[in-house]
């Protein structure tokens, strides 16, 4: 009896939970209101393009969001299973879109799978989805499908858009399409942006036909638009006529570039050189505008001799005298050399001096040397200075030598020219000449961190002890912790006043001295601190008992201490 009771209990209970199992997990699958209002988002008209151009990749139109049992498979269901349930679902009365189910794919990035799912629903192949269709087959990469399915919708008119055929044709890059439509009466004629687009699109993969086909689809005149185009166009073609046509169109300025090309692409070249010179030969004439069409069309030695006509007696900065120069380039002609030469021999001095300058800077360092040697204005300052560049280039140390000493002969330089004379003089001078340019960078406020040094250095070694302490006077105001200049005015000290004026150097030099070093134990050695120089210089020994040097000052210091024989030991080593 227990048992028969416990059983109807249970029969009881148990379908009371399921029942409410069941319930719990409807509302589990009730959406929630962020998916409502997702879904209202989504449902709302999506704005439209009034423009003839290719409008935007199609939008989830405004449907009903997907069911929820078929959103919480779409990250992970096959095109099969979604397909049966949608099925399943519809059977039972539910309101469920293949649009929006194909849709909600694309948004979970499953293009191929969404492709799939239309292939395998009743009516995933309705005109509704056809622009649909032919992005997905565009992302999958299967653009010969894409193009299929838009040259099928463009030979006859259907039910698809007009405008949902533009798009898709430049959505897989097919705009020949377009006019295969328009041509086909299946879209309207385009209008004026829409046929320039395409005439640009057609010519860039150089179809005249499909130019042509254009023609007679439209009535807008595209070639006005852009009549460079519609010559490229007719040249293709080998169409002259029709390219001086277009030409028309043009600007009055732009004219007569159009036609050189028109002549050029029909290759008659010397009815264009006879064309280019008069133009250049007018009254009018801008000469290096002429130029430059001569050179772009081939005719560099006839451009040349245009500039240079129209530079001739103009300074270097002239515009005609500009472009001439660059025309000639860094290594010019003969002929163009002798140019040069003639025109620094023209005008004024700053004249001449500008165009030697140009000279120079072309001709090899050798010949301009020469030339310039002989110049009348050889004498002059800044001419000098070329020719001491122009030797140092060469090599030609002799005659940089004696340009030099004329440099140097008591002439007043700027700041500048004194620069320029250090940067040129020979690479081999006397020492005379080095200190003279020294001084004269020093004097002009443009010297080298150790010019005062190298003075100081140089009066040091001709006996001139006093010298020497001037010119280290001004170098350590600058550098006053120069080890080398401290230990040179010690020595100069002590020739002046003495050890007792030498010593206040030798304690600043010691400062800046490395602890251990050889230089300290010379140092310490000056000072009379011989002691600590013997130590010293024993430990550097023992870092580098090979060192000649060392193990010289080392007898040396022993044999200041009356340590001779120490001092043949260290030297037998």
Same mark, same amino acid.
């Given at each position: 009896?227990?048992?028969?009771?416990?059983?109807?209990?249970?029969?009881?209970?148990? &379908?009371?939970?399921?029942?409410?199992?069941?319930?719990?997990?409807?509302?589990?699958?009730?959406?929630?209101?962020?998916?409502?209002?997702?879904?209202?988002?989504?449902?709302?008209?999506?704005?439209?393009?009034?423009?003839?151009?290719?409008?935007?990749?199609?939008?989830?139109?405004?449907?009903?969001?997907?069911?929820?049992?078929?959103?919480?498979?779409?990250?992970?269901?096959?095109?099969?299973?979604?397909?049966?349930?949608?099925?399943?679902?519809?059977?039972?009365?539910?309101?469920?879109?293949?649009?929006?189910?194909?849709?909600?794919?694309?948004?979970?990035?499953?293009?191929?799978?969404?492709?799939?799912? @239309?292939?395998?629903?009743?009516?995933?192949?309705?005109?509704?989805?056809?622009?649909?269709?032919?992005?997905?087959?565009?992302?999958?990469?299967?653009?010969?499908?894409?193009?299929?399915?838009?040259?099928?919708?463009?030979?006859?008119?259907?039910?698809?858009?007009?405008?949902?055929?533009?798009?898709?044709?430049?959505?897989?890059?097919?705009?020949? @399409? *377009?006019?295969?439509?328009?041509? $086909?009466?299946?879209?309207?004629?385009?209008?004026?942006?829409?046929?320039?687009?395409?005439?640009?699109?057609?010519?860039?993969?150089?179809? $005249?036909?499909?130019?042509?086909? @254009?023609?007679?689809?439209?009535?807008? $005149?595209?070639?006005?638009?852009?009549?460079?185009?519609?010559?490229?166009?007719?040249?293709?073609?080998?169409?002259?006529?029709?390219?001086?046509?277009?030409?028309?169109?043009? &600007?009055?300025?732009?004219?007569?570039?159009?036609?050189?090309?028109?002549?050029?692409?029909?290759?008659?070249?010397?009815?264009?050189?006879?064309?280019?010179?008069?133009?250049?030969?007018?009254?009018?004439?801008?000469?290096?505008?002429?130029?430059?069409?001569?050179?772009?069309?081939?005719?560099?030695?006839?451009?040349?001799?245009?500039?240079?006509?129209?530079?001739?007696?103009?300074?270097?900065?002239?515009?005609?005298?500009?472009?001439?120069?660059?025309?000639?380039?860094?290594?010019?002609?003969?002929?163009?050399?002798?140019?040069?030469?003639?025109?620094?021999?023209?005008?004024?001095?700053?004249?001449?001096?500008?165009?030697?300058?140009?000279?120079?800077?072309?001709?090899?360092?050798?010949?301009?040397?020469?030339?310039?040697?002989?110049?009348?204005?050889?004498?002059?300052?800044?001419?000098?200075?070329?020719?001491?560049?122009?030797?140092?280039?060469?090599?030609?140390?002799?005659?940089?030598?004696? *340009?030099?000493?004329?440099?140097?002969?008591?002439?007043?330089?700027?700041?500048?020219?004194?620069?320029?004379?250090?940067?040129?003089?020979?690479?081999?001078?006397?020492?005379?000449?080095?200190?003279?340019?020294?001084?004269?960078? *020093?004097?002009?406020?443009?010297?080298?961190?150790?010019?005062?040094?190298?003075?100081?250095?140089?009066?040091?070694?001709?006996?001139?002890?006093?010298?020497?302490?001037?010119?280290?006077?001004?170098?350590?105001?600058?550098?006053?912790?120069? @080890?080398?200049?401290?230990?040179?005015?010690?020595?100069?000290?002590?020739?002046?006043?003495?050890?007792?004026?030498?010593?206040?150097?030798?304690?600043?030099?010691?400062?800046?001295?490395?602890?251990?070093?050889?230089?300290?134990?010379?140092?310490?050695?000056?000072?009379?601190?011989?002691?600590?120089?013997?130590?010293?210089?024993?430990?550097?020994?023992?870092?580098?008992?090979?060192?000649?040097?060392?193990?010289?000052?080392?007898?040396?210091?022993?044999?200041?201490?009356?340590?001779?024989?120490?001092?043949?030991?260290?030297?037998?080593?």
């Amino acid at each position: 009896m227990r048992i028969d009771r416990r059983r109807g209990r249970l029969a009881i209970v148990l &379908p009371a939970i399921a029942g409410l199992g069941l319930l719990a997990g409807g509302l589990m699958l009730l959406p929630n209101d962020r998916e409502i209002l997702h879904a209202e988002r989504r449902a709302r008209p999506v704005p439209t393009a009034s423009s003839s151009l290719p409008v935007a990749p199609v939008s989830p139109p405004a449907v009903a969001p997907a069911h929820p049992a078929i959103a919480a498979q779409i990250a992970t269901a096959d095109a099969a299973a979604l397909a049966a349930l949608t099925t399943q679902l519809i059977a039972a009365g539910q309101p469920v879109s293949t649009m929006q189910v194909a849709y909600d794919l694309v948004a979970a990035k499953r293009p191929a799978v969404a492709l799939d799912y @239309l292939a395998a629903r009743p009516d995933g192949e309705a005109a509704a989805t056809w622009r649909l269709r032919v992005d997905l087959l565009r992302q999958a990469g299967r653009t010969a499908d894409a193009s299929t399915l838009v040259t099928q919708a463009a030979q006859k008119r259907g039910s698809v858009p007009a405008a949902d055929i533009v798009a898709a044709a430049y959505a897989i890059d097919r705009p020949d @399409l *377009v006019i295969v439509a328009a041509a $086909n009466h299946v879209v309207p004629s385009p209008d004026a942006a829409l046929s320039l687009d395409l005439a640009r699109r057609a010519d860039k993969a150089g179809r $005249n036909d499909l130019i042509a086909l @254009l023609d007679t689809a439209t009535t807008a $005149n595209w070639r006005a638009a852009d009549p460079w185009l519609a010559i490229r166009v007719a040249a293709r073609a080998k169409d002259t006529a029709a390219g001086l046509k277009a030409a028309d169109y043009l &600007p009055v300025e732009q004219r007569p570039a159009a036609r050189e090309a028109i002549l050029t692409t029909a290759g008659d070249r010397e009815s264009l050189r006879t064309e280019l010179l008069a133009r250049a030969a007018a009254p009018d004439a801008q000469p290096e505008r002429e130029a430059e069409r001569l050179l772009a069309s081939g005719y560099r030695a006839d451009a040349a001799a245009v500039l240079r006509r129209a530079a001739t007696g103009q300074p270097p900065t002239a515009p005609a005298a500009q472009r001439a120069l660059y025309l000639m380039g860094p290594r010019p002609e003969s002929d163009d050399l002798a140019w040069l030469k003639q025109q620094s021999l023209q005008g004024n001095g700053a004249q001449q001096r500008a165009w030697l300058a140009r000279y120079v800077e072309r001709d090899r360092p050798g010949e301009a040397l020469a030339f310039v040697s002989r110049h009348p204005l050889a004498s002059q300052t800044d001419v000098m200075l070329m020719r001491l560049s122009l030797a140092r280039t060469a090599g030609n140390d002799a005659a940089g030598r004696a *340009v030099l000493a004329s440099l140097l002969d008591g002439r007043a330089l700027d700041p500048a020219q004194v620069a320029a004379l250090s940067a040129a003089a020979p690479a081999r001078i006397e020492p005379a000449q080095a200190a003279a340019i020294a001084k004269r960078r *020093v004097a002009a406020g443009v010297a080298a961190p150790r010019d005062q040094l190298d003075l100081a250095w140089t009066a040091w070694n001709a006996g001139d002890a006093k010298g020497a302490a001037k010119w280290l006077d001004a170098h350590l105001e600058t550098a006053p912790t120069d @080890l080398p200049a401290l230990r040179l005015m010690a020595d100069v000290q002590a020739r002046v006043g003495g050890d007792r004026a030498a010593r206040p150097w030798l304690d600043r030099a010691l400062a800046q001295t490395p602890a251990e070093s050889k230089a300290r134990v010379e140092i310490l050695e000056k000072l009379g601190r011989r002691a600590d120089a013997l130590s010293l210089v024993e430990t550097l020994r023992a870092d580098t008992p090979h060192d000649r040097s060392l193990a010289a000052l080392h007898a040396r210091l022993l044999i200041a201490q009356g340590q001779a024989g120490r001092a043949r030991t260290v030297l037998a080593q």
